[in-house]
């Protein structure tokens, strides 16, 4: 018999919103493929533009990242702001330090209920090493106005109850949310815009035929057929477009939960309630979830696990920041995908004039997603509206059928390096 891997979030969200499989035919102005984030805040920008939108996911809204992630909103990229603006420019950094302030206003404005709160986020380090550029982190975006600070090692093991971190910096833009909430009240927010949701549909096949394009959706005889296409797959793109599915690497991120905690072992760890991710490059993100339960995560396998045994590793990383936890029993195991870049950069494509693919956030979507959806749509509406993003060719890594392999070999070296700096 498999394990339970029901997550935490799916064990307490509220009920999902009704999506039927499509029949017959359908004539849109854009289709979306992906009810993740990116696909509902563009289908949500849409709707309320005045396009009319179908969104089909293959499950339902909030299948893939989306629905599992550590529900941390953290604005910025995993690049400084300086190398942003030599690289992309002023507008880019610009945007990518809003868009936790953005995520939290498109709840506001839509009375999601999501448990979203403002918190901030601290970005922890078990390292002395990297105290160094984590502080010019922090004063690059304190030079551009942000509401930013460094913690030295007595503030931030007072915040996070833990000896093992030796310092940080603080983000007052950031905070977390409880993810499927999140996804669930973004779609019936779209739905309420006239946006049309089909789950669980599957699309097969998309062509382009005189200037519109037709999408089959398997096992059904529905048909979808678009002005525009958006692709939303990220972490999930299969063989639909196997060029964009060669330029990701989906990894499989790892997470565990207690049993809740009583108020005293609440006042030990995280008393702020301050959402924490470490600096290692093969790092850790921990936060307290609903009911008051701990909650850690961090990379894990390739293949999507099928049995709690699966997550020892996690296990460990959570009793070295908390050993007293020990003896704590875990209640919740589960895993998501997401999709890394070989520059670490999200990719926004267009390789025809009507075909938008937004994909590869590192780990590190949960307001870029919701921002990058959103600036699309308005760019779809209105298509003086600049991007954030270039558009960029579509690059297959090469021998990607390999990924695994050289995957696994850049863990490791990443995981030499963290091991060799002190
Ligand atoms: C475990 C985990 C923890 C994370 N923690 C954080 C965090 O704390 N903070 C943070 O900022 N980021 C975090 N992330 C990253 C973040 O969750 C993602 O970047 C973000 O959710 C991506 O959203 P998306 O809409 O692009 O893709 P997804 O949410 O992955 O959605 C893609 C959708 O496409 C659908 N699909 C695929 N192919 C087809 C097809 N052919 N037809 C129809 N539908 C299809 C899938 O069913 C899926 O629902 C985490 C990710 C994971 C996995």
């Given at each position: 018999m498999k394990d339970d891997l029901t997550s935490l979030w799916e064990a307490t969200a509220s009920d999902a919103p009704e999506t039927v499989s499509p029949k017959g035919e359908h004539v849109c102005d854009v289709m979306i493929i992906g009810g993740g984030f990116t696909g509902m805040s563009c289908a949500l920008q849409l709707a309320k533009g005045g396009a009319s939108v179908i969104v089909v996911d293959a499950v339902r809204?909030?299948?893939?990242a989306s629905g599992r992630n550590g529900g941390q909103v953290i604005p910025g990229l995993k690049h400084d702001p300086d190398t942003l603006d030599q690289l992309y420019g002023e507008y880019t950094t610009e945007f990518v330090g809003k868009t936790a302030e953005t995520t939290f206003d498109l709840i506001k404005q839509h009375g999601i209920d999501c448990d979203a709160t403002p918190s901030g986020w601290i970005q922890g380090s078990v390292k002395r090493d990297h105290l160094g550029w984590l502080e010019t982190r922090m004063r690059e975006w304190q030079s551009r106005g942000a509401d930013v600070r460094m913690l030295d090692t007595t503030e931030i093991q007072s915040l996070t109850g833990s000896e093992r971190l030796v310092g940080g910096w603080f983000d007052n833009r950031a905070g977390q949310l409880h993810p499927l909430k999140y996804i669930r009240g973004l779609t019936r927010a779209a739905q309420g815009a006239g946006c049309q949701v089909f789950a669980p549909a599957v699309v097969q096949r998309v062509k382009s035929v005189s200037g519109k394009w037709h999408a089959e959706i398997a096992d059904t005889n529905a048909s979808i057929k678009s002005d525009h296409l958006v692709v939303a797959t990220n972490g999930y793109s299969g063989d639909l477009f196997p060029k964009l599915r060669k330029s990701l690497i989906p990894v499989n991120s790892f997470q565990v939960a207690t049993a809740p905690l009583g108020e005293e072992q609440l006042a030990k760890v995280l008393p702020t309630k301050t959402p924490v991710s470490d600096s290692r490059r093969i790092g850790n993100y921990f936060r307290i979830g609903p009911g008051g339960r701990l909650m850690i995560g961090g990379r894990g396998t390739f293949t999507d696990p099928v049995s709690r045994a699966a997550f020892q590793e996690i296990i460990s990383e959570l009793h070295a920041y908390y050993p007293w936890v020990k003896s704590v029993p875990l209640e919740f195991y589960w895993a998501g995908r997401l999709a890394m870049t070989y520059d670490h950069f999200p990719h926004l494509h267009r390789p025809v004039e009507n075909m938008t693919m937004a994909v590869g956030y590192n780990g590190r979507g949960v307001a870029l997603s919701t921002s990058l959806g959103k600036a699309i749509a308005d760019n779809l509406l209105a298509p003086d509206t600049p991007l954030p993003l270039r558009f960029r060719d579509i690059s297959p890594l090469i021998a990607h059928d390999m990924h695994r392999a050289y995957a696994t070999i850049a863990i490791w070296y990443y995981r030499l390096r963290d091991y060799l700096e002190s």
């Open positions: 809204p909030g299948f893939g």
